[in-house]
């Protein structure tokens, strides 16, 4: 359960950092997207590019937070393992989210990212990313329900020392 706490904290730390960095990418570009419109790349090649750089970079930094998580609460490989291919795919799935509404939402007038989250998309992308992660993670769980079942608890946990 800690373990599942765990992944869910660094879920919505990775939604925080997707809907402040990654959402107002698109609309940062401002009055100079006619110039990437006039470059030879098309402009899903340059929507795709920052999809894969946002997902690599902010997975990454989720993948190591989770890992050292994992260490700390002596999760063994196949465990750790299970969770980090678990915040990979929501890494994947919130950052096409922000940037998909970035792109479909964007306030090209406005220069500060800050004003650009705070309106209709911005909300929008954090309420779907709260959403997706709550449905991943009840799915998460139903899929590993034997685990819930067959954890035993020590009725002295409190009174052990660490060792």
Not at 54 to 74: A, K, V
């Amino acid at each position: 359960l800690v373990a599942f706490l765990n992944l869910s904290v660094c879920a919505l730390a990775l939604s925080t950092l997707t809907t402040r960095f990654v959402f107002p990418q698109f609309s940062l570009e401002g009055r100079r997207l006619w110039i990437l419109a006039m470059s030879p790349l098309k402009l899903q090649s340059l929507v795709f590019q920052k999809f894969v750089i946002s997902t690599l970079s902010s997975g990454m930094i989720i993948i190591l937070i989770l890992l050292i998580g994992g260490y700390n609460l002596r999760l063994g490989i196949a465990e750790s393992s299970f969770f980090a291919i678990a915040i990979g795919l929501l890494a994947v799935g919130l950052n096409a989210l922000a940037v998909g509404l970035g792109v479909l939402f964007p306030n090209l007038e406005e220069s500060n990212a800050a004003k650009i989250v705070s309106g209709f998309g911005g909300t929008l992308c954090l309420v779907g990313s709260f959403i997706f992660i709550l449905l991943f993670i009840l799915l998460l769980a139903y899929a590993r329900w034997d685990v819930f079942q067959t954890n035993q608890i020590d009725p002295n946990w409190l009174t052990h020392e660490r060792s």
